[in-house]
């Protein structure tokens, strides 16, 4: 399987930063996309069980520079909006 190109969010991986995005389960394929101060990210698992979730935060981790365990839900478990905190 081929490597997904990432934006570089390093920018924004400030221990403490909150970051919103808004999440779009079931896409034909993974990956981020920033539209200005939105972040979209897109993942090709159904929203059961919390795999969008746990695929949102290893392609956050990921473009941001960080370890999975740095990145903390804390709105939006269930819903497509999602602000994460980053330790």
Not at 37 to 43: E, R, Y
Not at 72 to 81: F, M, N, P, Q, V
């Amino acid at each position: 399987m081929a490597k997904i190109a990432l934006p570089d969010l390093s920018a924004l991986a400030v221990p403490g930063a909150e970051i919103a995005v808004r999440v779009t389960p079931r896409a034909s394929r993974n990956g981020l996309v920033v539209e200005g101060a939105a972040i979209k990210v897109l993942v090709t698992v159904v929203p059961e069980d919390g795999r969008a979730n746990r695929a949102v935060v290893e392609l956050l981790a990921e473009a941001l520079g960080v370890a999975k365990s740095r990145l903390t839900l804390i709105r939006g478990a269930t819903a497509r909006d999602k602000v994460f905190r980053l330790a």
